[in-house]
């Protein structure tokens, strides 16, 4: 029987035990060596589909669900397509190991997309995925990704929840393909590529991502600058750096950030540009040592003709010539770069620091000692000055703003999360098993899905009554105020 709550929650202190393991995954096993790598190149395919409260009486059903039920309306036609793509890379990945390359790839599957594919009985695709999380070989070659369950943008989520995305993503990752599939999970991929750089969000993003076990993030290269306010170099954009993280009380953290390139994404990643990109790089200076370069990207792996159409058989010549070039220019994963490149004796420490865009600026007008006032002063001064500065974070694009206009989602979700966490939060530090209940799960759900970034990205209309409409059900369920414990599972839809 197919449960009407995901796996979302009841499982945090075994979950971020497991994920402090550090031993090196892919050392023992890679089949790759520092030493005869020219350069390299990483890709990653983004997958996702949100969920929707549009089945039958309202009922929570994904996207892809409802494309196949209404194959009239819009692109909906392309709802098989889009389903086959969900799963090829299980076809792929094995022809060209027979074939006699070494292809890899990274991949980022939200987590209410998971869900949705069990929810529709399509075995096929969560087959098709537990045989790339789950088998060995399949381990030298596919590495996944974290991100947040249900596709929220980190600068216009409330910090509290910041947290709940990431925990939600590796419950519904682990109940899926199991523990040892989600140890492996070291690197994380915003959705939208938007990395928030208000300092107060952007640190408790980071220490949010550490808390939970990630090594490293994938960033944008225009969402972040150098110490000095600068755009990073081309040479650092082929490199690990630090991106540093400090807060409006002054306290500070890092992580490693892997630079993914501006362009077309899908067009990038649909033609293998990447593979390309980087067959014309020599090796760099990285701090002292001669180092291969990373070219990284990421793009949408279903979405528009070239993903759907172009993407296999691009995917499978650039990895034929890389195999029959020799010419020391390889296919790598991000973790799997980053323990070759530990493995020589760079622990990370010496990688290039790197903050997010316009916190120059921010820390300039700061006053030597930084504060919660002082820094909401000088937003303000900055603000005043009506020359671009904004703490709204960078994307894919700054062509579409997940707050501009969005004044009638974005306020009854902040005041969502308000309400459960003012329901919740004392009952869970005093019974962390709180977490496993019915009730704390079914509004949870609400909250996490009300954050969905599509519901502010197509513009007023369908997009934002279904926001309004998880809001009101979250609300609702706050406002039953249930005793933990005694409702049950089915009791939500």
Not at 149 to 156: E, L, N, R
Not at 172 to 192: I, M, N, T, Y
Not at 277 to 287: I, P, S
Request: aromatic share 8%.
């Amino acid at each position: 029987m197919l449960r009407s709550i995901p796996p979302i929650a009841g499982r945090e202190a075994e979950l971020q035990a497991l994920m402090r393991n550090n031993a090196p995954l892919w050392t023992g096993s890679s089949d790759l060596s520092l030493d005869r790598m020219r350069s390299a190149f990483a890709c990653a395919l983004h997958m996702h589909q949100p969920t929707i409260p549009a089945g039958v009486d309202g009922a929570l059903i994904s996207h892809l669900q409802y494309m196949f039920e209404h194959p009239g309306e819009g692109d909906n036609h392309n709802a098989e397509p889009f389903a086959q793509c969900y799963r090829r890379m299980a076809d792929l990945i094995p022809q060209l190991i027979g074939e006699g390359c070494s292809p890899r790839i990274m991949l980022d599957y939200s987590g209410n997309l998971l869900w949705g594919v069990g929810q529709m009985g399509r075995d096929d695709i969560t087959g098709a995925l537990q045989h790339l999380a789950c088998d060995p070989q399949m381990q030298r070659h596919v590495e996944w990704l974290g991100s947040f369950w249900s596709h929220a943008v980190a600068p216009s989520t409330p910090i509290p929840d910041l947290k709940l995305q990431i925990s939600a993503w590796q419950h519904q990752f682990a109940d899926l393909f199991g523990c040892e599939a989600l140890a492996r999970v070291r690197g994380f991929s915003p959705p939208e590529m938007h990395l928030p750089n208000h300092p107060d969000t952007l640190h408790a993003f980071i220490s949010a991502l550490k808390e939970h076990g990630y090594r490293w993030l994938l960033v944008q290269e225009h969402s972040v600058e150098t110490l000095q306010g600068e755009p990073l170099s081309q040479q650092q954009k082929y490199q690990p750096n630090r991106l540093v993280a400090r807060n409006s009380c002054g306290d500070s953290v890092e992580i490693t950030a892997l630079i993914k390139t501006q362009g077309s994404d899908t067009k990038l990643v649909g033609q293998m540009q990447p593979c390309y990109e980087a067959m014309g790089l020599q090796r760099q200076n990285l701090e002292g040592r001669i180092t291969p370069p990373l070219v990284s990207q990421i793009a949408d792996g279903e979405n528009g003709g070239v993903m759907m159409n172009e993407f296999p058989e691009a995917f499978r010549q650039a990895n034929r010539r890389i195999r029959d070039s020799g010419d020391g220019c390889v296919a790598v994963n991000g973790t799997e770069y980053l323990e070759l490149l530990e493995a020589s004796g760079e622990d990370g420490n010496g990688f290039p620091p790197i903050q997010a865009v316009q916190q120059q600026r921010l820390w300039n007008a700061v006053s030597r000692t930084p504060s919660p006032q002082s820094v909401q002063k000088a937003i303000d001064q900055l603000h005043s000055e009506g020359d671009g500065f904004h703490m709204n974070g960078a994307s894919w694009t700054n062509d579409l703003s997940w707050v501009q206009g969005y004044d009638n989602v974005l306020e009854p979700m902040q005041q969502l999360s308000a309400h459960f966490h003012a329901r919740w939060d004392d009952a869970v530090t005093e019974q962390p098993s709180t977490t496993e209940d019915a009730a704390y799960q079914a509004c949870l759900l609400h909250l996490l899905l009300s954050e969905t970034s599509c519901f502010r990205y197509w513009g007023q209309g369908v997009w934002t009554d279904y926001a309004r409409t998880l809001v009101q059900k979250g609300e609702a369920l706050l406002q039953q105020m249930p005793i933990a414990g005694t409702l049950q599972t089915s009791s939500f839809g």
